[in-house]
């Protein structure tokens, strides 16, 4: 079965703390996957994809293939950083999207 | 202005009417998808379309039909079948098959509620 799982539906941190979005997928050939964002009141947007083993924003992921996880992380959070964030799998031809999950920072 | 244009925003229903919801885009790409956003469930795939006057199911299709007769437009129609319509439905697109295949373009959503 092709899943995305994102088990926090909430992640509510400091500014300046660290941060860390939870995603593992389920897929049985070599996926790509991707983080995408929400800002309030803004579009779905996307934020990284692994193939690109970019940072963005000052975040990271990285693609664990043998936990089958592919964790949204920041060292230190700013308050511009909440939002909805979404963690996504693609099958060829479509995009599976996780729960998500809404990161508060505060200040 | 270049992008993914969804329309209505908002519309009400009665229970047993169908409704259709528009998405037209200007980016020039192949790839069309409706998704379902609802509160702690994510996205979910209705309906997608990699190619004109070709769609596939997605993962919640029960209810929903499509069309995709031109290569800017993609309706989608909330039929009457469909038994729990209220919810904010988001449109898409994408360059289609290859390595951009995962950058999709979202449009702002159209919020259904049924009365």
């Known amino acids: 079965a092709q899943r995305v799982t994102q088990p926090e539906k909430l992640l509510s941190v400091f500014k300046g703390a660290p941060v860390e979005l939870k995603c593992n997928y389920s897929y049985s050939g070599s996926p790509e996957l991707f983080w995408y964002v929400q800002y309030s009141r803004q579009r779905l947007q996307l934020l990284l994809r692994h193939i690109s083993r970019e940072s963005i924003k000052g975040f990271t992921a990285d693609l664990n293939k043998g936990e089958t996880s592919f964790h949204l992380k920041k060292p230190f959070a700013q308050e511009e950083d909440s939002a909805m964030y979404y963690c996504?799998?693609?099958?060829?031809?479509?995009?599976?999207f996780g729960q998500g999950t809404t990161l508060q920072v505060k200040p | 202005d270049g992008g993914i244009t969804q329309s209505p925003k908002y519309l009400f229903r009665k229970e047993g009417q169908n409704v259709t919801l528009s998405c037209e885009q200007n980016?020039?790409?192949?790839?069309m998808y409706w998704y379902r956003q609802d509160p702690g469930q994510g996205l979910r795939l209705i309906y997608y379309?990699?190619?004109?006057?070709?769609?596939q199911k997605g993962d919640i299709a029960e209810g929903y039909s499509v069309s995709r007769e031109k290569k800017e437009s993609f309706p989608l129609t909330v039929t009457s079948a469909q038994k729990n319509p209220t919810a904010f439905y988001l449109c898409a697109s994408s360059k289609g098959q290859g390595t951009n295949t995962g950058e999709l373009f979202f449009g702002e959503g159209s919020r259904l509620t049924v009365l």
């Open positions: 980016l020039n790409h192949d790839a």
């Open positions: 379309s990699q190619i004109v006057n070709d769609f």
């Open positions: 996504a799998l693609t099958p060829p031809g479509k995009l599976i």
